[in-house]
């Protein structure tokens, strides 16, 4: 027996010790046959998606399609009822699976921000290198500095989240994301809750990420971005892919009539 | 040009207007409760029996031999008794703490293994609280030491005391700590799950200091009323500062020791709740300035 008999691509291994992920680091995400129910209500009924390293998928569809009870599963915050998911090859539900290990790989930012109230700006971004990495302070503060320097965020360093507009809380709350450098973000409509005037700061930053090379699921209404954003477009309707294209191909010639109904009422609405 | 030369000059003229309303105010108000304080006194002492009640309640000569004590006569100092009660609700209230998080905890909790827990939990609870604490004191204080269990049976009453007020007062501070973790919105240990924290450490660091600033009002409430509480105590014949109080009026005939008693208690129960609102008022102010490390 062969001791790299294990059944993991040696080449891309997503769980490395704390502290050797590599920044640039990318994994791949493939999703099979997830069913998700809350009680009676089936809200995933069989999603099957594949995220390649370094490529942006946007999700769209009206609200309670289950856009963001996806990104939930994907992040173990949910446990799924069917299926399965792997990341950079590897099973990450199913019995045995350390989450915690799987979450530091996968980062997520939640519509309502969900910064810690209690903590300054800084202690936000480097709790969770220090807790979960093992990180020294110094070390943690270094990569909150490194990060709220690039994202024009330096002077709000050491205030409280009740201090920042939603767009800088929600700037901060990606921030945190980074921090742990995932291989994965998953963004659950991280603009909904902002004055439209908030709105492209935060965006300028997820385009940023892109144009770095980061895989990224987005869950999203901006229709306008993802077609900027995206390179795959997936509608959701009922808890199922109803149909998945470039954004190009998706948003000018859509194929199922349940795409065409829903961008037409977007547009209807003044919303692309 | 008139307008904006009018200007500063209004904005003076209503700072110094709202100035002199500042310092009406204050002198109303002074003036309102020396009315209101001056009434009472007024009705206490014009009252028929007031000379006599002044006598048996508030005579200074019974309330000094009352406070400094006198063994030989048969009354013990109140004042060195309050010492037990402080002894005792000090010890009374970090096991509180303690039992408490540990009850709130298991009645938190999910998942059908610790079901047999959160039973004893929730029947704990009820119990506790349904039960006067004078009885509770005197099941513990008087069933313990008859039970004859060596090591445990042969304690003194303060012991049975304090094992009773807190028996009976985790359950109350359970429940705060429950409403305190419940209040703290489940989206904070999803974001902190999702960081890659354990469920242990994303309750240290995230959920816990959040509710711990919510139920520090509550639970100091409590921990006032268990200052008060630990008075019963006496009952089980622990020389604490009410039955210090107690003994001197048995046998000087003089209710003044009582009184005495009450002033050190205020004395303890007022410095802790100032204490906490100091708290909560720096923490809020720290939070809003958004201030430095």
Redesign the interface.
């Known amino acids: 027996m062969s001791r790299t008999d294990r059944g993991s691509s040696p080449e891309d291994p997503v769980f490395v010790t704390p502290g050797e992920t590599p920044a640039a680091a990318a994994a791949d995400l493939r999703i099979e046959g997830l069913r998700k129910s809350f009680g009676a209500e089936e809200v995933l009924r069989g999603i099957d998606l594949a995220v390649a390293p370094h490529e942006v998928v946007c999700l769209i569809g009206a609200s309670g399609s289950g856009k963001s009870t996806l990104l939930r599963c994907v992040n173990l915050l949910e446990r799924i009822d069917a299926g399965a998911i792997w990341l950079g090859g590897q099973l990450i539900t199913g019995p045995g699976v350390d989450e915690n290990l799987v979450r530091r790989h996968i980062g997520i930012v939640f519509q309502s921000f969900n910064l810690f109230p209690h903590m300054t700006v800084e202690r936000n971004i480097t709790l969770a290198p220090m807790k979960v990495l093992g990180l020294s302070r110094a070390e943690a503060a270094e990569r909150a500095t490194e990060l709220l320097d690039r994202f024009g965020l330096a002077e709000k360093r050491s205030d409280y989240p009740d201090r920042l507009s939603g767009g800088q809380q929600q700037r901060v709350a990606i921030i945190r994301a980074l921090a742990m450098r995932p291989r994965l973000m998953l963004l659950d409509e991280v603009t909904s809750a902002l004055d439209p005037e908030l709105v492209a700061d935060v965006l300028d930053v997820i385009r940023e990420l892109a144009n770095g090379g980061m895989t990224m699921l987005i869950a999203t209404h901006e229709m306008g971005f993802a077609r900027d954003i995206a390179s795959r477009v997936c509608f959701l309707a009922d808890g199922q892919i109803v149909e998945q294209a470039p954004p190009g191909q998706l948003f000018t010639e859509p194929s199922d009539e349940r795409t065409r109904r829903f961008l037409r009422r977007i547009v209807d609405a003044g919303r692309m | 040009m008139a307008e904006a030369q009018g200007l500063p000059d209004l904005s003076a003229r209503r700072s110094r207007l709202l100035g002199s309303s500042d310092r009406r105010g204050l002198v109303l108000s002074i003036a309102s409760t020396v009315v209101v304080l001056a009434a009472v006194l007024a009705v206490f002492l014009l009252a028929p029996g007031s000379r006599q009640v002044r006598h048996t309640f508030f005579n200074p000569t019974d309330m000094w031999r009352a406070f400094v004590g006198k063994p030989s006569a048969g009354y013990y100092s109140v004042g060195e008794a309050l010492w037990l009660n402080i002894r005792m609700f000090v010890t009374a209230e970090i096991l509180i703490l303690i039992l408490a998080l540990v009850v709130a905890v298991v009645r938190q909790s999910t998942g059908p293994v610790l079901l047999p827990l959160r039973l004893v939990g929730t029947v704990y609870v009820d119990v506790a609280r349904g039960v006067p604490l004078i009885l509770i004191i005197f099941a513990i204080g008087f069933g313990v030491p008859a039970l004859q269990i060596r090591g445990i049976s042969s304690q003194s009453a303060a012991v049975y005391g304090v094992a009773a007020l807190v028996f009976s007062y985790s359950a109350y501070v359970s429940e705060v700590y429950r409403a305190g973790l419940s209040s703290v919105h489940r989206?904070?240990a999803?974001?902190?799950?999702?960081?890659?924290?354990?469920g242990w450490?994303s309750m240290r660091?995230?959920v816990l200091?959040?509710a711990i600033?919510i139920i520090i009002p509550p639970l100091l409430n409590d921990f006032i009323s268990l200052q008060k509480d630990t008075a019963l105590v006496g009952l089980l014949g622990s020389i604490e500062a009410n039955k210090a109080a107690e003994l001197y009026s048995d046998t000087v005939f003089n209710y003044s020791s009582y009184t005495v008693a009450a002033i050190l208690f205020l004395l303890l129960t007022i410095p802790l709740a100032r204490f906490t609102d100091h708290l909560i008022a720096r923490d809020q102010a720290?939070?809003?300035a958004?201030?430095?490390?």
């Open positions: 989206s904070q999803a974001a902190a799950r999702s960081l890659g924290l354990s450490a660091h995230v200091p959040q600033r720290r939070r809003l958004g201030a430095r490390l």
